[in-house]
């Protein structure tokens, strides 16, 4: 498998798929879109990665390669038909990119929350291996407000109706974090936007309850991550 990673800060990477795809071999080639880095040509990869990020999908002044991004994402998606896995920022991309509409989150999600999947997610040979209800780290002020044509939800929240979807058959989002590692938590609490959200959400002293809290229950999500990566290459082979 040949990868493209595209990254919108440094901190925000694949995290603990990087391990996985690692112990499998996989080549990849990581893109810091904030850094001016081009996309490079998309025939050689097997697999579009896009991560999270501080920026939101409808800054593309601000953020002009967002444009080139979209791009990317729609050609790799709808015309070439090869796998996508969107991870918060990358999730509200895939949805922008492909038809779909994002907008600020009436209740921005910051913290250890819980997701459960729809029927269609229940069915679905990703989300079907997952814990019903699953607990995961959410950290998002901005979310999917309709998804595409083409598109179903597989997880919902009590406040983000979308919280995963999929467009066509293998293109995934995913709007709370699966990637997480020990490492997760401080890194971002250094971003200032991210700082902030994290006091608004979890008050004075909420980046380290939050550490804490993910210490406790980073097995699990590794576990589930384990879980989800390994029904996604499987996916991959039908």
């Not at 493209?4 to 391990?19: C, K, R, T, Y």
């Not at 880095?37 to 002044?61: H, R, S, T």
Request: net charge negative; with cysteine.
């Amino acid at each position: 498998m040949n990868l493209l990673i595209l990254q919108h800060v440094a901190s925000e990477h694949p995290g603990i798929f990087l391990d996985f795809f690692r112990e499998d071999g996989f080549r990849w080639t990581t893109v810091e879109l904030d850094e001016g880095e081009p996309i490079p040509k998309l025939d050689p990869f097997d697999l579009m990665v896009v991560m999270g990020g501080p920026q939101d999908v409808w800054q593309e002044d601000q953020y002009p390669w967002f444009r080139e991004e979209k791009a990317a994402i729609r050609k790799f998606v709808l015309d070439m038909e090869r796998p996508y896995l969107g991870i918060c920022l990358g999730h509200q991309l895939l949805a922008d990119a492909t038809g779909g509409r994002v907008g600020l989150a009436k209740s921005p999600e910051v913290g250890v929350l819980t997701v459960s999947s729809t029927e269609a997610g229940r069915r679905d040979r990703l989300l079907s291996a997952l814990p019903d209800p699953m607990t995961v780290l959410q950290w998002h002020g901005a979310e999917v407000t309709d998804i595409p044509a083409n598109a179903e939800v597989l997880a919902k929240s009590d406040v983000c109706r979308v919280q995963a979807f999929r467009v066509g058959h293998h293109a995934y989002g995913f709007q709370c974090h699966v990637e997480i590692t020990a490492d997760t938590v401080g890194q971002w609490a250094a971003i200032p936007a991210y700082a902030s959200s994290l006091e608004g959400a979890m008050g004075k002293g909420g980046v380290a309850r939050l550490q804490s809290e993910v210490a406790q229950r980073l097995p699990q999500f590794n576990k589930n991550a384990r879980t989800l990566y390994e029904s996604f290459k499987a996916a991959l082979k039908k």
